[in-house]
């Protein structure tokens, strides 16, 4: 149990780094001609936007404009917050799915090496086919609001996951 959490965490934690270092590599490096930039000038000011509003996404924004080296790379900060938030999401997406292939396949709590790896290959195969989703690509590359939504919510499913108890009846 405890070398599979231990593996569980790595591979997790890799899944977000590779992740990261697609959309870091792949991410706009200026703003849009969409809402975008209206949430870039919006983050660097702490501005009111159109609604929803997003009010939360314009304060780590903000955080992150302020590692901008000058005005012209504000965007780019914006752009590598998404980024991020999108490599979360799909870091969550690997855990929920080795939660749930863990509750179907190690129901009875025998961790052998090969149900270990069927559980670990089923989270690879799910955070790669999530990393490279074209609506998560697209919301991860450009400063909006969707991935840090996203994030939010896969954090959810995975929490509900993770800590409810319940048993899957094969």
């Not at 697609?22 to 991410?27: A, C, E, I, N, Q």
């Not at 304060?59 to 980024?83: K, Y």
């Not at 290959?121 to 939504?149: M, N, Q, R």
Request: net charge neutral; aromatic share 16%.
């Amino acid at each position: 149990m405890q070398k599979y959490k231990l593996v569980n965490n790595i591979l997790g934690w890799l899944s977000f780094v590779f992740g990261a270092v697609v959309y870091g590599l792949t991410m706009e490096s200026s703003g849009s001609f969409w809402d975008c930039g209206e949430f870039v000038s919006g983050c660097l000011k702490l501005q009111v936007v159109h609604p929803p509003g997003a009010p939360f996404f314009l304060m780590l924004g903000r955080i992150f404009t302020l590692f901008a080296s000058d005005l012209s790379h504000v965007a780019q900060t914006v752009n590598f917050l998404s980024a991020l938030s999108t490599a979360g999401s799909v870091m969550f997406a690997f855990w929920t799915v080795t939660a749930l292939a863990r509750k179907v396949i190690i129901a009875d709590g025998v961790y052998t090496t090969g149900r270990t790896i069927t559980v670990m290959g089923a989270g690879i195969i799910a955070a790669t086919c999530c990393t490279f989703l074209d609506s998560l690509w697209f919301s991860a590359v450009e400063g909006e609001v969707y991935a840090l939504s996203q994030f939010f919510m896969s954090f959810i499913v995975w929490a509900i996951m993770e800590f409810c108890n319940f048993k899957c009846h094969q």
